[in-house]
């Protein structure tokens, strides 16, 4: 795998954490712009139909006991972008990952790091760098102890104020 954070998952041992930032991504995304245009995931569909290859890597993961967990911090109301990607996240949760959303306003005592990122067994964290509009510019890995601690620490104070995916109605 040449994806830096499919091979994350793959190797993850007992953990991977995603906190995701931003209240737009890739607006040029083609599946976005389907959406845009009334395009919806079935979930009695057959599955093969949703996101591949990285579905398949996360249910593998979580399979193994990998706790795989991803916190969204957004704005309310929400853009367009956040309701497409709150529609598109129950097949993630059918693979084992645990979502939750964190409204931005009940986030503004949280010291967060400047970008979005994936920590993986609490050793190492894959910064994700995007241009203004919200593609990906490059990626950068840390093991840096004190950077470590600190995503760890951000993230799990992201978490325990987050709601649950299946609780959280978009604004």
């Not at 091979?7 to 209240?23: F, I, P, Q, T, Y």
């Not at 976005?32 to 398949?56: E, H, V």
């Not at 129950?90 to 990122?117: C, K």
Request: aromatic share 12%; glycine share 4%; charged share 25%.
């Amino acid at each position: 795998m040449t994806n830096p954070v499919l091979n994350g998952l793959a190797k993850a041992r007992h953990s991977a954490v995603h906190l995701e930032m931003r209240d737009a991504y890739q607006p040029n995304d083609p599946e976005f712009i389907a959406w845009q245009k009334g395009k919806r995931l079935n979930p009695a569909a057959d599955q093969s139909t949703w996101w591949r290859p990285f579905l398949d890597v996360v249910t593998e993961t979580t399979a193994r006991g990998v706790v795989l967990r991803r916190a969204r911090i957004i704005s309310e109301p929400v853009t367009d972008y956040i309701k497409y990607e709150y529609d598109v996240t129950f097949p993630n949760v059918v693979a084992g990952e645990l979502v939750r959303w964190l409204p931005r306003r009940n986030a503004a005592d949280v010291l967060l790091p400047g970008t979005d990122l994936w920590m993986f067994d609490n050793s190492s964290v894959l910064f994700t760098y995007f241009s203004g509009i919200g593609e990906v510019v490059d990626r950068e890995w840390c093991t840096e102890p004190t950077i470590v601690e600190m995503v760890s620490t951000s993230f799990e104070m992201v978490w325990e104020r987050a709601t649950p995916h299946e609780e959280y109605k978009p604004v």
